[in-house]
Structures are given as structure tokens and as C-alpha cells.
């Protein structure tokens, strides 16, 4: 175990400090040579089984995040997913809790754990001298969890039931998991957070999921992005601190779950009192790193749009345009990407459910017209940059590009790559777009209302198939 004098802290400074010129200028070399290039890519690799992946961008700083399949998808029972995100920085074989916790401190350092539909993910945001003590970490965590039966019951359980309680007070997030399990059942359709209606009880105990954290957190499972590190510095650390990962998961476990998600579409509807939602759904195209990735359904997200880029202005979207009569309704579209399959939504909420109902109503009729291919060439040249823009964002952006690029290592063997991104959305055509929205009434759409019932409409009366 690597402690503050054991990473030879002080032996680096000292080095640093014997050679400071040569240091100086090779950094501002790598600086220079990082500005000119614009290039956001990784380097990959594989350290005895695990998978990592690095990009060295200037900076005093190193943000590292180790990604997991273990998302809601890929949970074998209800809550699993939650409970290793509570686990994560809990007692060790080596540490306790509170070391854990004094120790960042000391160091400056940020822990965070959290979870999406595919991917569990612990995270690091450090001084980058202290790359080898946190990379350590993550390797303990993920191998050496104690699971003790009384952090369970005090620290753990209790905060998946107020997740719980966030989950079914927000009536965006009732709809977003609606709309899920309706588009793909199970997998996909799982919510993130168990429903107060789960048995918990029966499923959840720490005996559970330290044996579910082994096929977890194994080798094939799990990859390491970091970024402000460097490579070959990256990849001995990593092939130091992963040797007590699993292989594989012990064959008397439960096998993860690795159905292929299947889109089918529907209608729910659940009442609320704190306010309405209505989400209208299609199928939608997977990730890049998957074969299947379809740009220009991100295009035909933008296009649609609904939220606006200029503060004060309503937007120019389609979607914004025919939402100017209800002020008090907030419009957006996403195309949620997943490793083999996609969701695109309009998602309307409003604290009135009379504006609400209205604007969804509007918003069929204006996909509708952009499916018949009534559209400008212009608004679609808008469309193409602002999709470039948000894929280029959101891989500048630093916990979500790793969180991309380990789930591309883990799901298609390489990372996400935000150039290609790039070159992807400028190969996109107007006939590619009307095409895409054309097809979104090849299937049956999905229609997820919560609020108030009596006024939100039905799939039908918005026009719609389920």
C-alpha cells in the first residue's frame, strides 16, 4: 500500500527541482504541441487483462475515472447497481472509510461515484503528482471492499431510500424511467433508481453485493481512463495496482446480463400532483463507437430542439417556435445513446397541465411536417453545426469524455474519439436528415404522461401510434 511518503512526494519534487529548466521546456513544448493540434484523442492500452486509456493535456491537474459495466442495465437484481455506487470508498482490507476520506483531503483530491443505464463509474480529480496514490485507490476499491453488514444498514440503505424519494418526487424522472421501460422492458428499461414499490429487502444485502462487485468489477468488465496523465507513466501504475482484479466472476455467480436491448414502444401514463411531464419517444441509433451510430438522428435532435442558446430569447428551434404560445412549458429533444440502441425524446414539462397538453399536441404536428420533409435547407445547416457543436462539447467535457471513452473500451474495444465525432456530423446531408425523420413512424412511438391525467392527452389524441 503507497502512502503520502511512499510516493516518494517529495523524491519527485527534488528531481524536479535539480532539473527545473529541462523540465520547464519540455512542458512548454507539450503545451505548445497541444494547442496547435487541437486534438482531444486517447492512447489506449492494456496492463496484464485491464484496459485504460489516457490523454496528456496540459494542465497541474489529472481527473481519472474508473468505468464499470455494471449500470441498471447489467444489475442481475434490483438495487445492485445503487448499492456498489453507496459502497464505493467504504472500508477497505487496507483503509478504513475515514482514512480513505483524510487522506484526499490531505492530498487536495475529490472522490465522486455514480452511475448511468451501462456504466458505474468512481472517479478521482487530484494534483497530478498524486496519480500513483489515487490510481492505487480505485484499484482497493474496486478488490478489497469489506461490504461490512454495518455501513449497510447505516450509511448505504438509508441512501438509497432517499434516492428513492428524489426518484418519485421529480415527475421528469418518473417519465425519463417510464419512457425507458416502455421503449425496452428490461435492460435498458430499468430505472436508475429502485422504485419505492421494489422489494428491496428481498434482493439487497451486503453478502449479495460483494459477490455481485466480483463479476462487477472484473478484468473484461472494467477500463481506466484518465486525463492530464501520461501514458507510459499511466500504464505502470495501472499494471501495478490491478493485480488483485478478478480474471472473471467465479462461476457459482449470477452471470451478468447481456440480452441485446430491442426497441418496442407504448403508452403510460401515472398520476402526480407536482407537476407534469410528457415524453414522446422513438427509437433512436447507439452510440459512435457502436457500428450502428446514425449522426444524423443528433442532427434531427437539434433541428427539432426546443431549449434555446441565447439567454433572453425563446430559441429558433422548430420545436421552440411552436411552443412561443405556452411560456410556461419547457421543450427539449435528446438522443440518448446507448452501446446497442438510442432513444430520441421530446420531453414537455409545465406546472400547467392545460399549456402542457396543448404543446404536446403542437409538438407532434411539427415532427409530423419535418417527417414529410417539409423543412429549410437552412434550419438543417443550423441543425448540423449546433449536433457538432453538443458532440464536441460533450467530449471537451471531462468526466463525460471519460466516461464515453472507458465504455467504448469495454463495449467495442476503443475509445470515443471526439474528432471522429466531429467528422461524423460534418458527413451528414439534408436527404439524411428528412430520411431519419421519415423512419421515426416506422415504429411505434413511445408516450410516457405524469401529472395531472384527467388533461394530459392520449397517444392518440396526439395523434400518435402506440
Known amino acids: 500500500m503507497i502512502t503520502r511518503a511512499s510516493i516518494a512526494r517529495h523524491a519527485q519534487r527534488s528531481l524536479q527541482r535539480q532539473s527545473s529548466n529541462a523540465v520547464a521546456s519540455n512542458q512548454q513544448r507539450r503545451c505548445m504541441a497541444a494547442v496547435a493540434s487541437g486534438s482531444f484523442s486517447y492512447e489506449t492500452g492494456d496492463a496484464n487483462g485491464v484496459k ?35 459502497f464505493a470508498f467504504k472500508n477497505t482490507n487496507k483503509r478504513s472509510a475515514l482514512r480513505i476520506t483524510r487522506e484526499s483531503e490531505l492530498l487536495g483530491g475529490e472522490l465522486s461515484a455514480s452511475h448511468t443505464r451501462e456504466t458505474l463509474i468512481l472517479g478521482a480529480k487530484f494534483l497530478r503528482d498524486d496519480l500513483p496514490y489515487f490510481t492505487e485507490l480505485l484499484g482497493e476499491v474496486i478488490s478489497n471492499t469489506k461490504f461490512n453488514a454495518y455501513e449497510f444498514d447505516e450509511l448505504v440503505f438509508p441512501n438509497i431510500k432517499l434516492s428513492q424519494k428524489q426518484h418519485l418526487g421529480s415527475t421528469l424522472d418518473l417519465a425519463l424511467s417510464s419512457a425507458h421501460g416502455i ?16 422489494a428491496l429487502t428481498k434482493y439487497l444485502s451486503p453478502e449479495r453485493l460483494a459477490a455481485y462487485s466480483q463479476a462487477a468489477y472484473s478484468k473484461p468488465n472494467i477500463a481506466i481512463v484518465a486525463n492530464g ?3 507510459q507513466e499511466f500504464s505502470n501504475w495501472v499494471g501495478q495496482f490491478f493485480t488483485d482484479v478478478p480474471t472473471s466472476a467465479s462461476s457459482d455467480l449470477p452471470a451478468i446480463p447481456n440480452t441485446p ?35 444524423e438522428l443528433s442532427v434531427l435532435a437539434a433541428l427539432l430542439g426546443g431549449q434555446s442558446s441565447v439567454k433572453w430569447s425563446a430559441g429558433f428551434s422548430l420545436l421552440a417556435k411552436s411552443s412561443l404560445p405556452y411560456p410556461t412549458v419547457h421543450v427539449s429533444t435528446t438522443h440518448a445513446t446507448y452501446s446497442d440502441a438510442g432513444l430520441l425524446y421530446v420531453c414537455l414539462t409545465g406546472s400547467s397541465s392545460e399549456q402542457v397538453a396543448q404543446a404536446t399536441k403542437q409538438a407532434v404536428k ?3 411536417k419535418v417527417a414529410e420533409g417539409d423543412v429549410k435547407s437552412e ?88
Open 52 to 86: 485504460f486509456a489516457s490523454r496528456d493535456m496540459a494542465g497541474p491537474t489529472t481527473t481519472l475515472a474508473l468505468v464499470a459495466k455494471a449500470g441498471t442495465r447489467y444489475q442481475v437484481m434490483p438495487g445492485f447497481t445503487e448499492g456498489l455506487e453507496k
Open 183 to 198: 421503449a425496452f422492458h428490461h435492460g435498458l428499461g430499468a430505472p436508475l433508481h429502485p422504485t419505492s414499490s421494489s
Open 229 to 231: 496523465a501520461d501514458h
Open 261 to 295: 436491448s430491442k426497441y418496442f414502444g407504448g403508452e403510460e401514463r401515472i398520476a402526480h400532483d407536482s407537476g407534469n411531464t410528457v415524453i414522446i419517444g422513438f427509437k433512436g441509433s447507439s452510440t459512435f463507437t457502436s457500428s450502428s451510430f446514425k449522426p
Open 366 to 368: 411539427t415532427i409530423k
Open 379 to 466: 434550419d438543417i445547416k443550423k441543425a448540423i453545426a449546433t449536433a457538432k457543436f453538443r458532440a464536441l462539447e460533450a467530449g471537451q467535457n471531462i468526466m463525460a469524455g471519460l466516461e464515453l471513452t472507458g465504455s467504448g473500451l469495454i463495449q467495442e474495444g476503443k475509445p470515443h474519439q471526439i474528432d471522429e465525432v466531429g467528422k461524423a456530423m460534418d458527413g451528414v446531408t439534408e436527404e439524411a436528415v428528412k430520411k431519419a425523420a421519415k423512419s421515426l413512424f416506422d415504429s411505434k412511438a413511445t408516450v410516457s404522461s405524469v401529472g395531472d391525467l384527467y388533461v394530459l392527452p392520449w397517444a392518440e389524441e396526439m395523434g400518435l401510434t402506440v
